[in-house]
C-alpha cells in the first residue's frame, strides 16, 4: 500500500488535483482511497458528483462507540473509496481534531485491512501546518508528502512553509518530500519561481499542470475532469502526474 500526502494552499485546485488523480489511478487498475483532511469535508464531492461523505467528526460526535467502518465510507467515481475528516462548526474547537479523529478511527477499525487500497491519498489543507493538520506527514500515515501551489506569492510562502514542516520531520522516520506540483495560474515568472522553491528544499517539480477551462466545465457537471473529458489534453496530463506520482513511491504502473 502506497501512502501519499497531498498538502497546499486553500485555493490551490489541491483537492480538484487530488480527485482526478485518484480518478486517473482507479483507472489504471489500482484501488483508491482518497481522504479529505479539510474542515469543509468537500474533497470528494467531485468523485460523489456533487453528494457529500457525511464527516468523520459529525458521526463521531453523534456515535461515540457505536461507530461503524461503513458508517464513514462512501464510494465514488470509478470504484474510489471516499473519507471526510471534517471539522467543528466554524469558531467552535479545534480543526484539526476532525483529522485526527478520523484517522485515529480509520486505523482503530482496520480500514485498510478492509478495504485493501493500492493507494491512499491524503488531501490536506496546508495553510496552517500545526497539530492536526500535519498529522499525515507525522503520525506514520503517509510516505510522501507532495506540495502543489501555484507561481502567486502566497501560494510560493505556503508551499514553503508545508515544505520546512516536512523538513523538520526529517530525522524522526517521518514521511518524505516526494517533491512539487505546479497548478498553473499564468502568472509572470511562474515556472521560475517554483523551481527556485524546489532547489531551495533540495526536491523537484513533479509535474505540471495547465490553466484549464475544462477543469472549472467539469466542476460545473460536478464531475472530475477524468470522468467528462476522459479524452481531453488535460486528462492527459492528471494521467501523466499520477504515474509520476506512484513512480516516485517506488512504484511503476
Do not use: W
Not at 486553500?10 to 482507479?26: D, H, Q
Not at 470509478?78 to 471539522?87: D, F, M
Not at 507561481?151 to 518524505?176: C, L, Q, T
Not at 517539480?205 to 472549472?216: A, E, F, N, R
Amino acid at each position: 500500500m502506497i501512502r501519499i500526502a497531498v498538502y497546499g494552499k486553500g485555493g490551490i485546485g489541491k483537492s480538484t488535483t487530488v480527485s482526478n488523480v485518484a480518478a486517473a489511478l482507479s483507472e489504471m487498475g489500482l484501488k483508491v482511497m482518497q481522504i479529505g483532511c479539510d474542515p469543509k469535508a468537500d474533497s470528494t464531492i467531485l468523485l460523489r458528483h456533487g453528494e457529500a461523505v457525511p464527516a468523520v467528526l459529525d458521526l463521531y460526535n453523534e456515535k461515540k462507540q457505536t461507530l461503524k467502518l461503513d458508517d464513514m465510507i462512501r464510494i465514488g467515481y470509478n470504484g474510489v473509496i471516499c473519507v471526510e475528516a471534517g471539522g467543528p462548526t466554524p469558531g467552535l474547537g479545534c480543526a484539526g481534531r476532525g483529522i485526527i479523529t478520523a484517522l485515529e478511527k480509520l486505523k482503530e477499525l482496520g480500514a485498510y485491512d478492509v478495504y485493501k487500497p493500492d493507494v491512499v491519498l491524503y488531501d490536506v489543507l496546508g495553510d496552517v501546518v500545526c497539530g492536526g493538520f500535519s498529522m499525515p506527514m507525522r503520525g506514520g500515515y503517509a510516505d510522501k508528502v507532495f506540495i502543489i501551489t501555484s507561481g502567486e506569492n502566497m501560494a510560493i510562502h505556503a508551499a514553503a512553509n508545508i515544505a520546512m514542516a516536512v523538513d523538520n520531520f526529517k530525522n524522526r522516520g517521518y514521511a518524505e518530500l516526494g517533491g512539487l506540483i505546479l497548478n498553473r495560474r499564468d502568472v509572470p515568472r511562474e515556472e521560475e519561481k517554483v523551481e527556485e522553491l524546489a532547489d531551495d528544499f533540495h526536491t523537484d517539480v513533479i509535474g505540471i499542470l495547465s490553466h484549464s477551462d475544462q477543469v472549472i466545465l467539469a466542476e460545473e457537471q460536478k464531475k472530475t475532469l477524468m470522468e467528462c473529458y476522459p479524452e481531453s489534453e488535460m486528462a492527459e496530463e492528471y494521467r501523466v502526474l499520477a504515474k509520476q506520482m506512484y513512480r516516485i513511491c517506488g512504484e511503476e504502473i
